[in-house]
């Protein structure tokens, strides 16, 4: 079995708990109109690799990981190849390694036993909630998001801990409708241990730029503190 890996980075401080090594997969069904990694959709260029070189490539830097760092797969979006990973995260725990998945949740399905067995092998998930409501989130992404809220209940009856990440656009996800009704949506998930909330930023607008695409935010200021502030207080913000 073979993954298709956009990048890799050893020494990722933001994926998850402690210093991890941090796995891009090619490929993904969301199309944000934010998104930093374009470069990671369908067509661009990617190496083909299997879990276990990934996995002796990942345990090189081992000893910087500490008691709570390991190995995060991210994307692009890695649930899209949920075999692969669902290898790579069961030979990581083979070897004593902590594994975390950051995921959209585009193509989960409830059906699926491999996604069942992924996420059996992941220690976290770092589930990005766009927005609460559909349509907005289907303006977003290019799709709505009723998959992505069963699969954070899924999880809840799993009892995978998650970590909720929501980035705060100005005018498009930051009204206090919708982020009172994520945060009542949130309050339902027993096993979510942390909330970020993460500013919107345009560093990803050239990337768009010299792939041909258009950047449909361009002038979108980033959220001052005082908004970060108060849509941290609306999602119940913690950890």
Known sequence: MTGRIHSYETFGAADGPGVRFVVFMHDCPFRCRYCHNPDTWAGGRWTEAEPQDVLARALRYRAYWGEEGGITVSGGEPMAQAEFVAELFERAHGEGVNTCLDTAAGPFDPASRVQARLFAACD??????????????????????????????????????????????????????????????????PNVERVDVLPYHSMGEEKWRMLGLEYTLGGVRPPSEDELARAREMLGARG
């Open 124 to 189: 976290t998930v770092l589930l990005d909630l766009k927005h609460i409501d559909s349509a907005a989130h289907r303006a977003l992404t290019g799709a709505g998001n009723a998959n992505v809220l069963a699969c954070a209940r899924c999880l809840a009856d799993l009892g995978v801990r998650v970590w909720i990440r929501h980035v705060l656009v100005p005018g498009v996800t930051d009204s206090e409708d919708d982020l009172r009704r994520l945060g009542d949506f949130i309050s339902t998930l």
